[in-house]
Nanobody, 124 residues
Framework: QVQLVESGGDSVQAGGSLRLSCAAS????????MGWFRQAPGQEREGVGI????????SYSDSVKGRFSVSRDNAKNTLYLQMNNLKPEDTAMYYCAADDRALCSLASGDFTYWGQGTQVTVSA
């Protein structure tokens, strides 16, 4: 089992930046794939960015590419999401996810473990 706890959500103005953190505990050393997803009210959960295995290969959705960056600190079992140039359409609940598979995609079905989420609100 892996437990995930997100933090760092806040309300910011458009153009601002935030960094989300996700602390992993339990069998965290087996979490080869980790990622960030988001869900706005009335919308489906969307993959934002993922990082795979120990090679730290990343993938991003087109909507955030060039603005968001996923990274991980394996020594601290922590995943980060650096969000720059935030837009009102980035407003959503952001979730951290993890899985022990070596290959994963931006599909939520690829992930077994989920955090409770942290709210990001971007005002115009």
């Amino acid at each position: 089992q892996v437990q995930l706890v997100e933090s760092g959500g806040d309300s910011v103005q458009a153009g601002g930046s935030l960094r989300l953190s996700c602390a992993a505990s339990g069998s965290a050393q087996r979490t080869y794939c980790m990622g960030w997803f988001r869900q706005a009210p009335g919308q489906e959960r969307e993959g934002v960015g993922i990082i795979r295995s120990r090679l730290d290969l990343t993938s991003y959705s087109d909507s955030v590419k060039g603005r968001f960056s996923v990274s991980r600190d394996n020594a601290k079992n922590t995943l980060y999401l650096q969000m720059n140039n935030l837009k009102p359409e980035d407003t959503a609940m952001y979730y951290c996810a993890a899985d022990d598979r070596a290959l994963c995609s931006l599909a939520s079905g690829d992930f077994t473990y989920w955090g409770q989420g942290t709210q990001v609100t971007v005002s115009a």
